[in-house]
Structure formats: structure tokens, C-alpha cells
């Protein structure tokens, strides 16, 4: 589990192999991805890991059998990975997981995707679990902001939802994150009816208390197969009516190019954000792709068509072409939005979204 020293510089996966991308043919000026709908994808979310130290029964089944190493991609693979979806005009990468922070020599992989010519902001979701270690080389290895998960404030109630998780490591990783200095903390609440539901306003309290952002998602039905999500379901229109109980909210227009539709509270640095996926859907804006640990391209969170890349990127060693040639063919599979809508019963996507990157 333990990283190694920031900024050791050999190759930690394969320590004779080259920790360079290869540059393969050169990108002519207009090469982007846009899809069939004229929307150009400009956010990679890159899962480094199916791992996870926790098991939220939202994500995750208690029992979860995790990838054979050799199927994951190796840090290496990463980092080609992400160099060819940036030379493909992707300015934002969001790194995730599983829990990105287990994965051995993370930093040795941030430390480098940071360098990469065209690569605006570099970004992570974390459950915070590992921050009070690492959050000082996660800011010093480039990373700007951080997503840290966070549904409950109550020490019991987050072991049961996280099934394994310690609270009070969590807010100690939330502190250290504060102290690290990044430009922006959210914390990331998804919504659980009859879970908390009763603790809204108090996380948004903590939030203001903690000077950090927070969002509030609306679960998205991954995981088990028949495992119903009618009951725990809880609208961000029905969150909303709660919070209204105890806060003024006034919407704001700001974006932080998500799908997130944020509101502010009056005197407060604090932004409260929604994602909604159910209930506003927000695929006409959509200019994301998600990669997971195995390399496989989804260019819709909301199904299933993959592109498989990591065959790619190891049967052409040495040419980063081809699988920037299969990037490129992957946008056409982007739908135009997704079915999440009526789907709450049985989920229709039989993967967790730990494998997916949340
Ligand atoms: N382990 C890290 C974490 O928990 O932040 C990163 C990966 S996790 C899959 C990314 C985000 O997905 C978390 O904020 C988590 O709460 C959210 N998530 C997981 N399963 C979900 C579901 N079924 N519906 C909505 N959000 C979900
Ligand atoms: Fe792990 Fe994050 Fe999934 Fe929870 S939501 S099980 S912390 S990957």
C-alpha cells in the first residue's frame, strides 16, 4: 500500500522499462475528439486503481474479487494513456479509483502527468482515507484540487456505509488537505434516503466550518446486480427543500466546467453544489470520457460500450498512433445522453463504479 518517496525516478512499474510516453506521429493542430453530437472532450477521468480500502455499499460488493495485476494498467500505461488524450486536446485530467491513493507510487505517476504539454489542471478524487500522508506530495507533485468523499459525519453511520472506513481518519485527511494549501477542497456527498438524509444541513455546516466546497450527487445505479436503489434514493430537488429549511440559497451561475448546478450561501465562501443525474440530466454539456484501471475508454458513464486499449498500448510499445487512433474512433460510441432516468430498480450497468472511475 505505501507510495514511494515522491519523486524517485525510475520506473516504478517495470523499473527497467522507460517512464517516458512515446511521441509517435506528430498531432496535426486540429486533432480534438469530438463526438457525432459536435461535442468536444476536453476531461479525462483516469482510474489508476480497482482498489479500494473501503467497501461503500453504493459502489462496491462486500466481497469484491479486484483485478489480476497484470489486467491493470501499470503506471507506465497511465501515463501514455493520459500524454495521448492530451495531445487529443484533453486539457483536464481527473485522477480516481477505486481509491487512487492506494495505488504503490501514485505520486511518482502525478509528478509526471503534471509536465505534460497541454495539460491544464490536474485534478483528484479521494475518499481522504490516505490525505493526512500524502496531501503535502500531492500538492507538491502539481495537483490543484481535490474531490474528498464524505456522506456522513457520524463515526458509526460511516462505518456502515462505508462498511470498513474510519471517520476520524477521513477528517484528520480533510485537515491535512487544508493545510496542504490546494486551490480548492469539495467535499463529495452522495445522496442516501433513510442514511442521511437527516445529516444535509450539517454537512453543509461542516463545509462552511471547514471553508471547503461541497456537492451533493444523486446515486447512479451501479453495483450489485438486484439490489434495489428505489428505496435509498433521494433527489437533489428534495435535498434542496431540506437545506432551504435552514439556509438561504441563492443560485449562482458558476460552473466548474461539471455537471454540477451550484447555489451560494449569503456571506459564505462556501459553494453548494447539486449533480443530478437522475432528475436534470446534463449530457448536452457532457465533455467528459472516463478510462479504468483496465484501460478500457468509456465515453458515457451511463453505458456499457468500451473501447479496449490497454491490447493496444501493449502491442505497440514504442507508438502511441494506434491507440490515439482508437481514442479518436471511441468518441463515436458517445451517446447522445444516457437512460439512468427510469432505471432505479435494477442497475442496468453490471459494473461497479469503482471499476468505471467515479
Ligand atoms: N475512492 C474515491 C472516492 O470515494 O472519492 C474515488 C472513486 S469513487 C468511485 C468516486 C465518487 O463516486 C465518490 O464520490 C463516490 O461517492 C461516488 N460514487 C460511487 N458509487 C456511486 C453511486 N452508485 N452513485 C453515485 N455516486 C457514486
Ligand atoms: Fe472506495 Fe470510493 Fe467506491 Fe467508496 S466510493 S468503495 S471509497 S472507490
Given at each position: ?76 500505461e497511465c501515463l501514455r494513456l493520459a500524454s495521448a ?94 493545510t496542504a494549501g490546494f486551490e480548492r477542497l469539495k ?172
Amino acid at each position: 500500500m505505501p507510495n514511494d518517496a515522491p519523486g524517485a525516478h525510475h520506473s516504478p512499474d517495470s523499473p527497467s522499462g522507460s517512464a517516458l510516453p512515446t511521441s509517435g506521429a506528430a498531432r496535426p493542430a486540429d486533432a480534438v475528439l469530438i463526438d457525432k453530437y459536435g461535442r468536444q472532450v476536453t476531461y479525462l477521468r483516469l482510474s489508476i486503481t480497482d482498489r479500494c480500502d473501503f467497501r461503500c455499499r453504493y459502489c462496491m460488493a462486500e466481497e469484491m474479487e479486484f483485478l489480476p495485476r497484470a489486467q491493470v494498467l501499470t503506471l507506465e500505461e497511465c501515463l501514455r494513456l493520459a500524454s495521448a488524450f492530451v495531445e487529443l486536446g484533453v486539457s483536464k485530467l481527473r485522477i480516481t479509483g477505486g481509491e487512487p491513493l492506494v495505488r504503490r507510487n501514485a505520486i511518482w505517476l502525478l509528478e509526471r502527468l503534471t509536465h505534460l504539454p497541454g495539460l491544464r489542471e490536474l485534478v483528484m478524487t479521494t475518499n481522504g482515507s490516505q490525505l493526512a500522508r500524502f496531501a503535502p506530495a500531492l500538492r507538491a507533485a502539481g495537483v490543484r484540487r481535490i474531490n474528498i468523499s464524505l456522506d456522513t459525519l457520524r463515526a458509526e453511520r460511516f462505518r456502515r456505509i462505508t462498511r470498513v472506513g474510519d471517520l476520524s481518519r477521513v477528517l484528520a485527511g480533510i485537515a491535512a488537505a487544508r493545510t496542504a494549501g490546494f486551490e480548492r477542497l469539495k467535499i463529495n456527498t452522495v445522496l442516501l434516503r433513510g442514511v442521511n438524509d437527516d445529516e444535509i444541513c450539517d454537512l453543509v455546516r461542516f463545509a462552511i466550518a471547514q471553508e471547503v466546497d461541497i456537492a451533493f450527487i444523486e446515486q447512479m445505479p451501479f453495483g450489485e446486480l438486484g439490489q434495489s436503489r428505489r428505496a435509498s434514493f433521494l433527489s437533489s430537488d428534495e435535498a434542496l427543500a431540506l437545506l432551504r429549511a435552514d439556509f438561504v440559497l441563492v443560485p449562482s451561475a458558476e460552473s466548474t466546467g461539471g455537471p454540477a448546478r451550484y447555489w451560494r450561501i449569503p456571506g459564505q465562501a462556501t459553494r453548494v453544489g447539486f449533480i443530478a443525474p437522475h432528475s436534470h440530466n446534463f449530457c448536452a454539456a457532457c465533455n467528459r470520457v472516463r478510462v479504468s484501471a483496465r484501460g478500457e475508454l468509456f465515453p458515457c458513464l451511463g453505458s456499457n460500450d468500451a473501447v479496449h486499449l490497454l491490447p493496444l498500448l501493449r502491442a505497440h510499445p514504442a507508438d502511441d498512433a494506434p491507440v490515439r487512433a482508437a481514442i479518436a474512433q471511441g468518441m463515436g460510441f458517445k451517446p447522445k445522453g444516457h437512460e439512468f432516468g427510469h432505471r432505479l430498480d435494477a442497475p442496468h450497468l453490471v459494473r461497479f463504479m469503482s471499476m468505471t472511475g467515479g
